[in-house]
C-alpha cells in the first residue's frame, strides 16, 4: 500500500485491524478457559437454563454434568482455532485492505447475532440472572459490525 492512499485512509480504517485482533485475542482467552475448566469456568451458563445451581447439578446427575462440562470444553476449543483463523485472517488480508479477508470476517457478527439469539430464546429459569453470553455477544456484535462498516470504503473504493 502506497503513503498516498495510507493518507487517504480515515484513521479507523488504518487500525480498524486491531480491533479483529484485539477481539480474537478475548475469545481466544474465553476458548482457553473453556477447555481448561469446562463449565468451572463459566457455570451462569448452566444455572440460569438449568435453574440449578452448577455444584447441585453435579452431584444430581454426574453423567449429564460430564456431557455439559464436554461441549462448554469443545466450544472452547472451537472458540481458539477461530481466534487464530481471525488473528491470521486479519493480518493476511484485513490489513493489507484484501476483499475476501473483509468478506470472511462477516462471520463474526453473524456468530455473535446466532449466539444471542440462541440464549435468547433458549427456555431460561426467571430467577436466574441471563446468561453471560446474551450479556457480551451484542457488544461483541457491535465492535465487529462497526469494524466492518467503517471500513467499507477501504475495502470498496469509489472509483
Given at each position: ?139 461483541f456484535f457491535i465492535i465487529t459490525l462497526l469494524g466492518l ?11
Amino acid at each position: 500500500m502506497t503513503t498516498e492512499s495510507q493518507k487517504k485512509e480515515t484513521f479507523f480504517e488504518r487500525h480498524s485491524w486491531k480491533w479483529f485482533i484485539f477481539m480474537a485475542v478475548i475469545f481466544g482467552l474465553f476458548g482457553i478457559g473453556d477447555v481448561i475448566r469446562g463449565m468451572d469456568a463459566d457455570p451462569a451458563i448452566a444455572e440460569s437454563i438449568t435453574g440449578v445451581a452448577w455444584p447441585e447439578l453435579q452431584a444430581s446427575s454426574h453423567r449429564i454434568a460430564n456431557l455439559i462440562d464436554l461441549y462448554v470444553r469443545a466450544v472452547g476449543m472451537y472458540l481458539i482455532i477461530l481466534s487464530i483463523m481471525t488473528v491470521v485472517i486479519t493480518l493476511v488480508g484485513f490489513r493489507q485492505g484484501e476483499k475476501w479477508a473483509w468478506y470472511i470476517l462477516w462471520i463474526w457478527p453473524l456468530a455473535m447475532a446466532s449466539t444471542f439469539f440462541i440464549f435468547f430464546t433458549a427456555e431460561r429459569q426467571v430467577d436466574f440472572p441471563a446468561p453471560p453470553p446474551m450479556l457480551s455477544a451484542p457488544v461483541f456484535f457491535i465492535i465487529t459490525l462497526l469494524g466492518l462498516i467503517l471500513t467499507y470504503r477501504k475495502f470498496f473504493p469509489r472509483v
